[in-house]
């Protein structure tokens, strides 16, 4: 039987303590009247592509993609800053770290679209906006207070990432709170002598 996997590849993040403390300060300024749900830090990753559900028979031929992909970048480093939210300033929908946008991410970020698009996955469309969600909103009581907390709290660096792999993952989302199943990693080869 062909079964299908919900399949997204990512960068996974490990939170320090100074993003901990950003995150939670964010957290405690909502009140109750709020409805966000909060990505637990765990779970946190950066994703480059979103595969969505895709066929087991699939899956070998988008690791050799993968492989492709990873071939063509050395281990690298990200900065994590800046808090932004996707959705209009009256209706917010996601709440985000920013990641900067290099050169590097931004040739892995292109590969790896280029690959997975010869396998009829389709792009993500608009640019690419190298994030980390970390709530996704229902609603906001006061969106003045909301925006002003986040203006306030706005740092130009929140924490550095070694990026050395990726990751395809599966999201199973029977429970209430997802769960994301490595598929396989990729390492980075080491950069030439």
């Known amino acids: 039987m062909n079964t299908a996997k919900r399949l997204f590849i990512a960068i996974e993040t490990t939170p320090n303590e100074r993003f901990l403390t950003v995150y939670n300060t964010l957290k405690s300024h909502t009140t109750k009247l709020d409805r966000i749900n909060w990505v637990q830090p765990h779970l946190m990753h950066l994703t480059l592509q979103f595969l969505g559900e895709t066929s087991e028979t699939k899956i070998p031929v988008i690791l050799d993609k993968m492989n492709v992909a990873v071939s063509t970048v050395s281990p690298f480093a990200l900065k994590i800053g800046t808090i932004g939210a996707f ?84 999201s199973i989302l029977e429970t209430r709170v997802p769960v994301y199943k490595r598929v396989e990693e990729f390492t980075f080869p080491p950069p030439p002598p």
């Open 87 to 170: 959705g209009s300033r009256y209706q917010p929908r996601i709440l985000w770290f920013g990641i900067e946008k290099t050169e590097v991410l931004l040739q892995l970020h292109t590969c790896i679209q280029k690959e997975m698009r010869r396998l009829g996955f389709k792009p993500d469309y608009g640019n690419f906006v190298p994030h980390i969600t970390i709530a996704r909103i229902n609603k906001i009581d006061n969106k003045q207070s909301f925006w002003k907390t986040i203006e306030s709290m706005q740092v130009p660096f929140i924490q550095a990432i070694e990026v050395e792999k990726i990751i395809l993952f599966e």
